[in-house]
């Protein structure tokens, strides 16, 4: 199993970002998948899960800002981020149902 | 949402040592709780699924125990490579949510 994610980086507040996870070494259309971020020196916060049928769920601190998207034909797993905040500052991880195997994450920095 | 309270926050042990971290959930979570390992700069690892099933190739001095609110993770002897930060995480009703963490240190 391998999961890389891409696409981070630094935007202002107020800002989109698209963040991918392109997926290698299992089924990927069979599985649920998670985003899971953590902001510099803390702990882990779950972000948001779609299922293998694409039924989705969100954490309350992204709901309404975040869509969790998944194309099955690539392999990939998708996090939009609109209307960024500070405090969205993180790495984030993907990872696999039950988060048995997670990517190696990617840096996004929302700053002015 | 289901608070998870871990501890210790920090915990200082040395080498061939057993050492203990709890998870102690806000509610009954039907034992759907895991423990990951995390070193610095890398993505977490999953060691224990399900309060008591070793992930592929974790070795068999982790071991983990509970049920109810109260889990704990072990770790029987204690070797260079285990030091860094154990997580928890409850995955028995959304949003699922993890412990703030233990950090691990060499004595």
């Known amino acids: 199993v391998q999961l890389v994610e891409s696409g981070g980086g630094l935007v202002q507040p107020g800002k989109s970002l698209k963040l991918s996870c392109s997926a290698s070494g299992f089924t990927f259309s069979s599985y649920g998948m998670h985003w899971i971020r953590q902001a510099p020196g803390k ?14 769920v969100y954490a309350d601190a992204v709901k309404g ?13 998708y996090l939009q981020l609109n209307s960024l ?19 190696q994450g990617v840096m996004v920095t929302v700053s002015s | 949402d ?18 203990t971290i709890n998870c102690k959930a806000s509610q009954n979570i ?20 399900n309060t008591n099933n070793l992930q592929t190739g974790i070795p068999s001095r982790f071991s983990g125990s509970g049920s109810g609110t109260d889990y704990t993770l072990t770790i ?23 412990g703030a963490g233990t950090k691990l240190e060499l004595k």
């Open chain 1, 85 to 103: 905040k500070s405090e969205d500052t993180a790495i984030y991880y993907c990872a696999t149902t039950g988060l048995g195997y997670w990517g």
């Open chain 2, 2 to 19: 289901i608070q998870m309270t871990q501890s210790p926050s920090l915990l200082s042990a040395s080498v061939g040592d057993r050492v």
């Open chain 1, 43 to 56: 702990g882990l916060d779950w972000v948001a899960y779609i299922s293998s049928s694409s039924g989705t």
């Open chain 2, 76 to 98: 029987s002897s204690l070797q260079p490579e285990d030091f860094g930060t154990y997580f928890c995480f409850q995955h028995n009703s959304w949003p699922g949510t993890f």
């Open chain 2, 30 to 49: 039907n034992k759907y709780l895991n423990w990951y390992q995390q070193k610095l700069g890398e993505a977490p690892k999953l060691l224990i699924y």
């Open chain 1, 65 to 77: 800002r975040f869509t969790i998207s998944r194309d099955n034909a690539k392999n990939t797993l």
